[in-house]
């Protein structure tokens, strides 16, 4: 039987409540709420999820030096099998569950070889072929992050829209509803991230950790 049951109400109501009152005394004051409905169950989610790779839950403080807002991070974050090639990750918010996979922050090295290998007729031809998968379950793939070609790559290539990312990326925000308290949110949250499994295999396989 899994052990993720759903999200309760509960973790939806610390989180309305946190947005009212962001600053760390109150979260101190309210860390064991915290615990209970989002963090235990996030992390028998993770325990449900262990076959796609390790879980990591990501913490509550903002860093504030340099990222100017609030001091708590208005939603929950969990990371699944991303090991510097590409993963998976799960994130509970007000805004709505999101699901999404790929590699999301890649260092310059990575960039290349993903660039290098959109170039390449058949390594791009498995990425359009996972990309599609993804999207027949309803994930987007990310927005290009350059207005015009790479450099060292003409204005005219035949994929120009994917060279145009830098990321590579797709994602499903789920509104919020009865079955994110369920069971069945924990299926739901499976079936986005199997459908992105092929893009995570190619970008291990074709991208990599970063060597630098």
């Known amino acids: 039987m899994p052990a993720f049951r ?8 610390f989180l309305r409540e946190l947005e009212a009152n962001n600053d760390r005394d109150w979260f101190k004051a ?36 340099f990222h100017p807002g609030p001091p708590i991070k208005e939603h929950l974050g969990l990371a699944i099998g991303y090991e510097g090639a590409g993963g998976f990750y799960v994130e509970l918010s007000l805004d709505g569950l999101l699901v999404a996979a790929g590699l999301h922050m890649p260092a310059p090295d990575q960039v290349d070889r993903l660039r290098r290998a959109i170039d390449q ?7 359009e072929r996972a ?49 994110l308290h369920r069971p069945e949110a924990g299926r739901r949250i499976r079936d986005g991230l199997e459908a992105a499994t092929p893009l995570v295999e190619w ?8 060597q630098r």
Request: charged content about 30%.
């Open 203 to 210: 970008l291990r396989r074709h991208v990599g950790p970063s």
């Open 6 to 13: 759903g999200f309760p109400p509960e973790a939806l109501e």
């Open 30 to 65: 309210n860390r064991e709420r915290y615990d209970e409905h989002l963090v235990e169950p996030a992390r028998a989610l993770g325990e449900d999820l262990g076959d796609l790779g390790r879980p990591h839950m990501f913490r509550p403080w903002n860093d504030t030096r």
């Open 121 to 127: 007729p058949r390594t791009a031809a498995e990425l």
């Open 131 to 179: 990309l599609g998968h993804a999207n027949d379950a309803g994930l987007e793939i990310n927005e290009p992050d350059l207005v015009r070609a790479p450099r060292g790559y003409p204005l005219d290539h035949p994929r120009i829209d994917l060279l145009r990312r830098r990321r590579m990326t797709v994602a499903r925000l789920n509104p919020l509803r009865g079955w």
